[in-house]
C-alpha cells in the first residue's frame, strides 16, 4: 500500500508539474486578450437622454476645483470645461491652487458667496477633507458634485450631490495585464500611488485583482507617494527601488503626470532597455513620452472627453436630469504601434475617432 501510495504521490506531482505552466499561460492570453479589447477607436456611448444645454443652463455658473492645477492631467480637464462652457454660454471657473484642502475650502466659500450654483471637485479634491463645507455650501442652495473622482463601485463621499465616475478599476487591471502579457507572467514592478486620492483604491483593486487571478506568482511592490510630494519624493523613491531590485522590470506610475519624476530615475539608473513604465491618464506630455521611448504604455482617456462628460453630468444635475454616475469615458491603450494617431506633439482630444463631439452636439441639442 505504501509503495502504491508513493507512485500516486509520484503521478500527482507530475500532473501538477504539467498544469501549472498551462495555468501560467492560461493568465497570459488572458492579460493579451483584455489588453486587445481596449486597443482600438472606442465608440461614444451617452449617459443620458438628449436635452437643451443651452437653455436650461442660462445664467448659470459652474466653480470647479482641481485637486491641483500643477497637474497637467487635471489642469487640462479644467481648461476644456472652460472652453465647453464658454461655447455653450455659460460661466465655468477654475479655483487655482496647489493640492493643499486648506485651498480647496477657500475655494468653496469663494464659490458659496459669487453666485455659483454648483461645486465640482475635480480629480482628488477629496470632500472627506472638509465634509463640514461641504454641508454648508449646500445649505446655501449648490450642488456639489466630484467629478472622475471615484471609481464606478465606490459610494458618493461626503454625502455630496452626484459621484460623476470613472471605470478606474478597469485601469487598474489593464496596467497590470500589461505588464503580464508583455512578460510573460514574470512581472517585477513598483507600483507608485497616492494614497490620499480616492480614486487610488478603485485602481489598485483592479491592479491586485489581475495579478491575483491572471498571475499570482508576479511580484509587485506598492508605495505611496502623496500628490504634494511628487516632484520631491518620486524620482529618489524609484532611484532607491532601482538599487535595490535588479530584477525590477516595470515601474507603474498609477497617473501618468507622476512619469516626469520616474523617467529621470530610469535614465539615470541607465535601466532603460529592462524597466518599463506602464501608466494611465492620457495627458499628451506622457503620451509624448512614449514617442520617445520613455515611457511603454499609457492607458489613455480623452482629456476633453472627459470634459464634455464632466460638463454634461454637471448640467443635468442643475436642470433637474437624472443623476449620472457612469460618465461613460472609453479607455484606450497607447503604445508605439499607435502613438501616431494621437498627433506629434500629442493633443489631448487625438487618438480616440471624433464621434463624442458630434455625439455631445445631438444630446445637449446644438443646433448646426
Known amino acids: 500500500m505504501k509503495r502504491i501510495a508513493s507512485i500516486t504521490g509520484v503521478a500527482s506531482a507530475l500532473v501538477l ?3 501549472l505552466p498551462a495555468a501560467a499561460q492560461e493568465g497570459v492570453d488572458k492579460a493579451k486578450a483584455n489588453i486587445a479589447a481596449y486597443a482600438g477607436i472606442p465608440d461614444f456611448v451617452p449617459a443620458g437622454e438628449p436635452f437643451d444645454a443651452k437653455a436650461c443652463m442660462a445664467g448659470k455658473k459652474i466653480f470647479t476645483i482641481p485637486a491641483s492645477s500643477a497637474i497637467p492631467f487635471i489642469k487640462t480637464i479644467s481648461d476644456h470645461k472652460s472652453k465647453i462652457a464658454g461655447q455653450l454660454g455659460f460661466e465655468h471657473m477654475e479655483w487655482e491652487n496647489q493640492g493643499n484642502p ?3 475650502i477657500q475655494g468653496m466659500d469663494y464659490a458659496a458667496n459669487n453666485g455659483f450654483n454648483l461645486v465640482s471637485l475635480l480629480a482628488g479634491a477629496d470632500p472627506r477633507f472638509f465634509e463640514p463645507q461641504v454641508m454648508q455650501t449646500q445649505a446655501k442652495g449648490l450642488k456639489v458634485v466630484t467629478s472622475h473622482l471615484t471609481g464606478l463601485e465606490q459610494d458618493a463621499p461626503a454625502g455630496v450631490d452626484a459621484a460623476v465616475a470613472i471605470d478606474y478599476r478597469k485601469a487598474g487591471e489593464l496596467m497590470a495585464d500589461w505588464t503580464i502579457a508583455k512578460t510573460g507572467g514574470k512581472t517585477n514592478a513598483l507600483v507608485v ?8 483604491d478603485s485602481i489598485v483593486g483592479g491592479l491586485k485583482e489581475a495579478f491575483d487571478t491572471r498571475c499570482p506568482d508576479c ?19 524609484v532611484a532607491g527601488a532601482l538599487q535595490a531590485n535588479a530584477d525590477l522590470n516595470y ?5 501618468d ?3 516626469s519624476f520616474v523617467t529621470p530615475a530610469i535614465a539615470i539608473a541607465d535601466r532603460g532597455d529592462k524597466v518599463k513604465v506602464a501608466t494611465f491618464n492620457g495627458t499628451p506630455f506622457a503620451l509624448d513620452l512614449i514617442r520617445t521611448g520613455d515611457v511603454e504604455m499609457d492607458i489613455g482617456e480623452n482629456l476633453d472627453w472627459i470634459a464634455h462628460a464632466m460638463l454634461d453630468a454637471e448640467m443635468r444635475l442643475l436642470c433637474g436630469k437624472e443623476t449620472i454616475r457612469d ?4 479607455l484606450r491603450i497607447f503604445d508605439a504601434g499607435n502613438i ?25 441639442q446644438i443646433a448646426e
Open 17 to 19: 508539474a504539467a498544469l
Open 102 to 104: 486648506t485651498q480647496w
Open 193 to 200: 500611488v497616492s494614497n490620499e486620492a480616492l480614486s487610488t
Open 219 to 237: 511580484k509587485y511592490e506598492i508605495v505611496n507617494v502623496p500628490i504634494t510630494d511628487w516632484a520631491t519624493k518620486i524620482q529618489p523613491t
Open 251 to 255: 515601474v507603474i506610475p498609477i497617473y
Open 257 to 259: 503626470s507622476m512619469s
Open 327 to 330: 460618465s461613460k469615458v472609453p
Open 340 to 364: 501616431a494617431e494621437t498627433g506629434d506633439p500629442a493633443d489631448a482630444a487625438k487618438g480616440y475617432g471624433d464621434a463624442y463631439v458630434e455625439g455631445y452636439r445631438k444630446l445637449w
